[in-house]
């Protein structure tokens, strides 16, 4: 039998339930973009049809009610591209991949610094992402680095990308500004050029330069890099070797 109400709605509007209500019965929930938020509401509105303790995921109660959208996690704000896990061969387009999604969280981090947000958890997500710490020995030897050129733990290089301060870092203190946010003035822009790519197997290795826009002054930076790639056991390419060096000034 029709809910109480229900037989006096107008046939397009009882469609117009029907199909909501099979969508809400039938699908995996998630969240109501705003024009179907809108649509929900104007069926319902219609002689205050909805059923009652039927819920259109919000209180409806108050048909005025917003849904508020869920905030995009670092992993979904990073965009981060996928990789081909079918072979264990490190591919062409995979190194290619894991240099956009490097220069990506660069600049991520360095917007969500800007934004006053917590850009090192940014941080941390992305390198969990794109280093092999925990997962194989890393060689890292940053550009900026002085007293400590060598980064062996997931640690040590959090501190250069992140800075000292912020994680509380007093023996780094005086050599890591961040380099992920250029010191507080952050970066804009990021720009692979590969002088050449070496495939071996489960391992590549890239070198050449990238330039580096700062997001204040809008200078580039021109830095020399070599890295070395490594399909893990999840099946994603990681970096386990970064050389990266200013181009020799005599």
């Known amino acids: 039998a029709a809910p109480s109400g229900v037989d006096s709605l107008p046939r397009q509007a ?21 024009p179907s938020r809108a649509f929900v509401r104007a069926a319902v509105a219609v002689e205050n049809a909805a059923p009652a303790g039927f819920y259109w995921g919000y209180d409806s109660s108050d048909p005025a ?35 956009a999604n490097w220069a990506s969280a660069i600049k991520t981090i360095s917007a969500v610094h800007a934004e006053g947000g917590d850009f090192v958890d940014m941080a941390a997500t992305a390198a969990g992402e794109l280093y092999g710490y925990g997962k194989t020995n ?11 050129p060598f980064r062996a733990t997931g640690a040590e290089a959090m501190s250069y990308f992140v800075g000292a301060e ?5 023996e780094f ?3 890591d500004a961040g380099f992920a946010i250029n010191g507080g003035k952050g970066w804009s822009k990021v720009v692979f050029t590969n002088h050449q790519i070496d495939l071996n ?5 890239a070198m050449g330069s990238y330039d580096f826009t700062c997001a204040t002054t809008g200078d580039v930076a021109t830095v020399e890099y070599t890295f070395g790639y490594k399909r893990c056991a999840d099946g994603k390419p990681r970096i386990y070797l970064h050389h990266s060096s200013v181009p020799y000034s005599a």
């Open 166 to 170: 912020a994680m509380k870092n007093d």
């Open 14 to 34: 009882m469609l117009s339930l029907s199909c909501i209500s099979a969508g809400l019965v039938a699908g995996p929930a998630r969240y109501a973009t705003a």
């Open 201 to 205: 197997g489960e391992t590549a290795t």
């Open 65 to 99: 009610a917003e849904l508020v959208e869920p905030e995009p996690t670092p992993l979904d704000r990073l965009s981060f591209g996928r990789f081909d896990a079918s072979s264990d061969a490190i591919s062409i387009d995979e190194v290619h991949t894991a240099q």
């Open 138 to 148: 890393v060689l890292f030897k940053p550009t900026k680095a002085t007293k400590h």
């Open 173 to 175: 203190k005086g050599e």
